[in-house]
């Protein structure tokens, strides 16, 4: 989620599963978090309420709390050691983790995306040899596109309703 002021994208990709193609998708980088929740919402909810995984760090958090009150049912919550947490909260290593799987599914052409912009992000992701070989955005691009792919995809992983109770999460492929 970016913060609406035309830097950072904030991006909703939903993945169908089975075929990974990118179906639907929200990106722009003038929309403030809360007209992001809503608008994700609603388009979400044209794909009955898959499980939303969003990147709680910074404006993230918001939007996740704007769901969670809206009573969106299906958010994902990473478990960790200290427990269930809010989204996905990104981390050195769960970053490997994240790019590790989405470039297996985007170099191996079991992902398929449309939107032009979108595709473009993907060209500009960089393994930085002057930070550890991370993949990231070159300087000046962005990699919002991908890493909502990316965030979309960890729904195998670990998934729970706002009660608590665990999703049973179908096969990938």
Request: aromatic residues 10%; hydrophobic residues 35%.
């Amino acid at each position: 989620t970016g913060h609406g002021v035309g830097k950072d994208y904030s991006v909703t990709a939903i993945i169908d599963l089975k075929s990974g193609e990118v179906v639907a998708d929200i990106m722009d980088n003038l929309i403030a978090p809360p007209a992001f929740s809503n608008l994700s919402m609603k388009l979400l909810e044209k794909y009955k309420n898959p499980t939303w995984v969003i990147e709680t760090n910074d404006q993230g958090q918001e939007v996740y709390n704007i769901a969670k009150d809206d009573n969106y049912k299906r958010l994902y919550r990473s478990e960790t050691k200290r427990g269930k947490v809010d989204g996905w909260r990104s981390s050195e290593y769960n970053r490997w983790e994240l790019w590790g799987e989405l470039k297996k599914m985007f170099n191996t052409g079991n992902l398929t995306v449309l939107n032009a912009e979108g595709l473009a992000q993907f060209v500009d992701v960089i393994r930085n040899p002057k930070n550890r070989g991370r993949d990231e955005a070159s300087s000046g691009a962005n990699d919002d596109y991908p890493t909502a792919c990316g965030l979309a995809l960890q729904v195998k992983y670990a998934s729970y309703t706002n009660s608590g109770e665990a999703i049973q999460m179908p096969t990938l492929w």
